[in-house]
């Protein structure tokens, strides 16, 4: 089974703490490309959420200018539930 990989820059968290002087990307990987879909469409919904979008291969960010933060659908469950962030 391919797995697939939602990219996003989370912007409310940039310059924070950790991420101080660096991009704040979240990487959340997916079992199926409907569940990519899912979880995009759900992080697009988001207004602290930018630059989404879904890969084929696990991506690599330099962390000398980026926090990533690699999650899974038991870390975040409710991001895999369609429409779960539109109000």
């Known amino acids: 089974m391919s797995k697939y990989y939602v990219t ?40 602290d959420m930018t630059r989404v979008n879904i890969a084929t291969k696990k991506p690599y960010y330099n962390k000398d200018n980026h926090l990533v933060s690699f999650k899974t659908k038991s870390d975040w469950p409710a991001w895999f539930e369609k429409d779960y962030f539109k109000y």
């Not at 002087?21 to 992080?43: L, P, R, T």
């Open 8 to 47: 996003a820059t989370d912007i409310f968290l940039n310059g924070w703490e950790k991420a101080k002087g660096k991009i704040n990307k979240v990487v959340i990987e997916c079992n199926s490309f409907k569940e990519a879909e899912i979880v995009a469409e759900n992080a697009r919904s988001r207004g």
